[in-house]
């Protein structure tokens, strides 16, 4: 069975840093890409990161290109989610997940069936 374990939420102020974690295991290789979703209140979940599989290219919405980094150790099964010059309205609850097999970076359809983390709260105040 895969699992995804995010970590490293949590509370701060506007302009701070928080770094996520999200941990995987029981995948049978490390060929699958891995998103970041989040879940702002009354808003409906986007992603707004994405690693692609085999060392393939990063994609990142608009909205936190520049301010968030999405990076990946194989050997660790890891993925972070670094966040720099927080802002309020990047409160949510995130979520790494990781697409059906064979599914990339592409269209979002193919995370429904796939992966998901428990989900981890970030909150940044004024």
């Known amino acids: 069975e895969t699992q995804l374990v995010e970590s490293g939420g949590g509370s701060v102020q506007t302009g701070g840093s928080l770094i996520l974690s999200c941990v995987a295991s029981?995948?049978?290789?490390?060929?699958?890409?891995v998103a970041w979703f989040r879940r702002a209140p009354g808003k409906e979940r986007e992603r707004i990161a994405c690693i692609s599989r085999r060392h393939g290219p990063i994609y990142y919405v608009d909205s936190i290109n520049g301010r968030f980094t999405i990076s990946r150790d194989y050997a660790k099964n890891q993925v972070w989610l670094n966040m720099d010059n927080l802002k309020p309205e990047d409160t949510a609850i995130y979520y790494c997940?990781?697409?059906?097999?064979?599914?990339?970076?592409?269209?979002?359809?193919?995370?429904?069936?796939?992966?998901w983390g428990q989900g981890i709260q970030v909150t940044v105040s004024t």
């Open positions: 997940a990781a697409p059906i097999a064979g599914w990339d970076c592409g269209p979002t359809a193919g995370y429904r069936l796939g992966t």
């Open positions: 029981g995948f049978a290789s490390d060929d699958y890409a």
